[in-house]
């Protein structure tokens, strides 16, 4: 099974920007779409973009439209999720995810 792998995550002031990367280790990624969730504690884990694997169609949650984009680089099989203009409402440990595979999250604090 392929194991996703992000990184990416860390510290910034409201009003940055900060880019995830979901690589998939020991395989390639399926013709699916990858997805991006979010979780902050005591909260169920959230939906925040998606892109289709083989033709590239994204989706993104109405919290994050016109600020996040996410892509995909398939020469690199890795999934981008660029965050702009982040809120401390963006706080939260960030998922990649495809079919019943998921990465181990890494965690975006965004200060006010």
């Known amino acids: 099974q392929v194991q996703l792998v992000e990184s990416g995550g860390g510290l910034v002031q409201a009003g940055g920007s900060l880019r995830l990367s979901c690589a998939a280790s020991?395989?390639?990624?399926?013709?699916?779409?990858v997805n991006w969730f979010r979780q902050v504690p005591g909260k169920e884990r959230g939906f925040v973009a998606s892109?289709?694997?083989?033709?590239?169609?994204?989706r993104y949650a109405d919290s994050v439209k016109g600020r996040f984009t996410i892509s995909k680089d398939s020469a690199k099989n890795t999934v981008y999720l660029q965050m702009n203009s982040l809120k401390p409402e963006d706080t939260a440990v960030y998922y990649c995810?495809?079919?019943?595979?998921w990465g181990q999250g890494t965690q975006v604090t965004v200060s006010s």
């Open positions: 892109i289709s694997w083989s033709i590239g169609v994204t």
């Open positions: 020991g395989g390639t990624f399926s013709i699916y779409g």
């Open positions: 995810s495809q079919g019943g595979s």
